[in-house]
C-alpha cells in the first residue's frame, strides 16, 4: 500500500504569500513529494468556488504538523494568531519560523511566544526544521540541496515587501481621520487579543484533565482486581471534579471577554458606510479578524462536544463517577454555549460585512 503523504499547514497572510509559496515548493521537492503542505493562498489548494474558510479548517484539523510563518507584519494579525491557536487546541504541533526583517528583535506574541521557534534567518535554524519535520513525519532527513536551500528560499522572500526595508503597516492608519475610528479599531483588535488570551489558557487545561482521566481510565480497564478498579473509578471522579472546578472559575472571563469582542467589533464595524474605498479597507480588516476567531473556534466547538460527551458516558463505572461526570458535563456544556454564541455573532456579523461591501457604492474618479 502506497503511503500517505504526511500533510503540513502552513499558516500566513497574503502579504507573505511568496516567501509561503517558495516554503511550500523547496520543502515539498526536497522530500521528493512524500510531504503536502497547505498553502491558503495557493490557486491549487483553494480553487474558485470552494468555500474557503470550510476548506482552511478542513485542513487544520487534517494537518499532522502546523508551520506559523511569523513577520513583522503577521503577528500582528488575529487570524495568524486564531490559526496557531486552533492548531495548539487541536494538540497540534506548531512551529513557529520567524521571518522578520534583518536585524529586527524578535517579539512574538501569545500563544507563538510559548512555542519553540525556528529562525529562517539562520541557516543551522532552516536544518533544524527539517529535523522536526523529519522526526514528525517518520522520514529521513533530506541530504542533498540543502547547502543552497537558504539561498533560494530568500531569492523568493527578497521580492516581497514583507521582509524588506519597508514595512507594510497593519492598516492604513492615513485613513482613520477620526480619533474614535482610530480608538475603535485599536480597542477592536485588542478584544480580539484579549479573547484568544482567555481561549488559549481554558481549553489546554480542559485538554489536561480529560488526559488524566483518560490515562486512569486505562488503569481501571487493565486493572486485575475489584479493589483497583475502585481506586481507579475514585480518581477518574476527583478528576473530572477537579477539571470542572477549573473550567467554572475561568468561564466568566470566557464570557466577558466575549462581550467585549462583540462589543467593540459591532460598534466599529457600524461607524462605516462603505461608500468610502478606507471604509471598506477596514471592513475587510474587520472581517478578517472575525472570520479568524470563527476559523478557531470551529474545531474547538467539535472538540468539546466529544469530550462532553465522553465524560457523561463516564457515569457507568459507579455513582461517585456519575455525579462527577454530570458536574464536568455541565461545565463543558458551558463552554459550548458560549462559543456557540461567539459563532452565531461571527456568523451574523460576517454576512453583515459583506452584504455591506457588495451594497457599496464606488467611489468615482476625483474632479
Not at 7 to 32: P, V
Not at 44 to 57: N, S, T
Not at 156 to 184: C, F, H, Y
Not at 250 to 255: E, G, H, S, V
Request: proline residues 3%.
Amino acid at each position: 500500500m502506497k503511503k500517505a503523504k504526511f500533510k503540513i499547514f502552513l499558516s500566513h497572510i497574503h502579504e507573505d504569500k511568496d516567501l509561503a509559496g517558495s516554503l511550500k515548493h523547496e520543502l515539498e521537492r526536497l522530500y521528493l513529494g512524500a510531504i503536502e503542505i497547505f498553502v491558503s493562498s495557493d490557486d491549487a489548494d483553494i480553487r474558485g468556488g470552494d468555500k474557503w474558510l470550510e476548506v482552511i479548517v478542513e485542513r487544520l484539523k487534517a494537518a499532522e504538523l502546523i508551520l506559523v510563518l511569523a513577520t513583522t507584519e503577521s503577528i500582528s494579525r488575529p487570524w495568524i494568531n486564531f490559526e496557531a491557536g486552533g492548531g495548539l487546541f487541536l494538540d497540534k504541533r506548531v512551529i513557529p519560523l520567524c521571518a522578520f526583517a534583518e536585524n529586527e528583535p524578535i517579539n512574538l506574541p501569545e500563544p507563538l511566544r510559548r512555542l519553540h521557534q525556528r529562525n529562517l534567518r539562520e541557516r543551522h535554524d532552516i536544518k533544524r526544521l527539517l529535523y522536526d519535520i523529519s522526526s514528525n513525519a517518520g522520514l529521513m532527513v533530506p541530504d542533498e540541496g540543502l547547502e543552497d536551500l537558504y539561498d533560494r528560499l530568500w531569492a523568493s522572500a527578497r521580492q516581497s515587501t514583507v521582509v524588506g526595508k519597508e514595512m507594510p503597516t497593519q492598516i492604513n492608519r492615513s485613513a482613520l481621520t477620526d480619533t474614535g475610528e482610530r480608538r475603535g479599531l485599536v480597542e477592536a483588535t485588542q478584544a480580539a487579543k484579549d479573547l484568544l488570551t482567555v481561549i488559549t489558557k481554558l481549553v489546554p487545561a480542559v485538554n489536561r484533565s480529560i488526559k488524566k482521566v483518560n490515562d486512569e481510565m486505562t488503569r481501571f480497564n487493565s486493572a486485575r482486581s475489584g479493589a483497583r478498579q475502585n481506586k481507579s473509578a475514585s480518581l477518574i471522579a476527583s478528576h473530572l471534579r477537579n477539571g470542572a472546578k477549573e473550567i467554572e472559575q475561568t468561564l466568566p472571563k470566557l464570557n466577558e471577554g466575549i462581550d467585549v469582542f462583540i462589543e467593540f467589533l459591532s460598534g466599529y464595524t457600524s461607524v462605516h458606510d462603505s461608500n468610502r474605498q478606507e471604509d471598506r479597507e477596514q471592513l475587510s480588516l474587520s472581517r478578517e479578524q472575525i472570520s479568524g476567531i470563527l476559523g478557531s473556534i470551529t474545531p474547538v466547538l467539535e472538540s468539546m462536544r466529544i469530550r462532553r460527551s465522553n465524560a457523561l458516558g463516564l457515569g457507568i463505572l459507579s455513582a461517585a463517577v456519575g455525579n462527577a461526570s454530570q458536574q464536568m458535563g455541565q461545565a463543558l456544556q458551558g463552554i459550548i454555549s458560549s462559543f456557540e454564541r461567539l459563532e452565531a455573532f461571527c456568523k451574523g456579523a460576517i454576512e453583515l460585512i459583506d452584504s455591506r461591501i457588495s451594497a457599496a457604492v464606488p467611489s468615482g474618479p476625483a474632479t
